[in-house]
């Protein structure tokens, strides 16, 4: 079992940037891929970044890919999204998810084991 704990959302105004993290419970941390998603109000939850267990591997949604960067601590049992160039777009209920398929690059959220319970960014034009 692992519980994840996002923080880091706010408001923004459009251009300005933040740093998501995810924390994770549990010795097995680096086990998992990890990734993030989110969710706009009456859309459906949408992939945004996935990194594999070591951090060496990367996947991007095309409409961040550019401006967020995923990246992992597993001393620290912690995950971040940096979003840079945020645009009204971005303005979601962010979550991250642990995939038991460590070597990563899955995109659908059906093929994650566990969920944070989401962190809300809202960018201002």
């Known amino acids: 079992q692992v519980q994840l704990v996002e923080s880091g959302g706010g408001s923004v105004q459009a251009g300005g940037s933040l740093r998501l993290s995810c924390a994770a419970s549990g010795r097995t941390f680096s086990s998992y891929a990890m990734g993030w998603f989110r969710q706009a109000p009456g859309k459906e939850r949408e992939f945004v970044a996935t990194?594999?267990?070591?951090?060496?591997?990367?996947y991007y949604a095309d409409s961040v890919k550019g401006r967020f960067t995923i990246s992992r601590d597993n001393a620290k049992n912690t995950v971040y999204l940096q979003m840079n160039s945020l645009n009204p777009e971005d303005t979601a209920v962010y979550y991250c998810?642990?995939?038991?398929?460590?070597?990563?690059?899955?995109?659908?959220?059906?093929?994650?084991?566990?969920w944070g319970q989401g962190t809300q960014v809202t960018v201002s034009s």
């Open positions: 990194i594999n267990w070591s951090g060496g591997r990367t």
């Open positions: 998810a642990a995939d038991r398929d460590r070597f990563g690059g899955n995109q659908n959220s059906y093929e994650y084991d566990y």
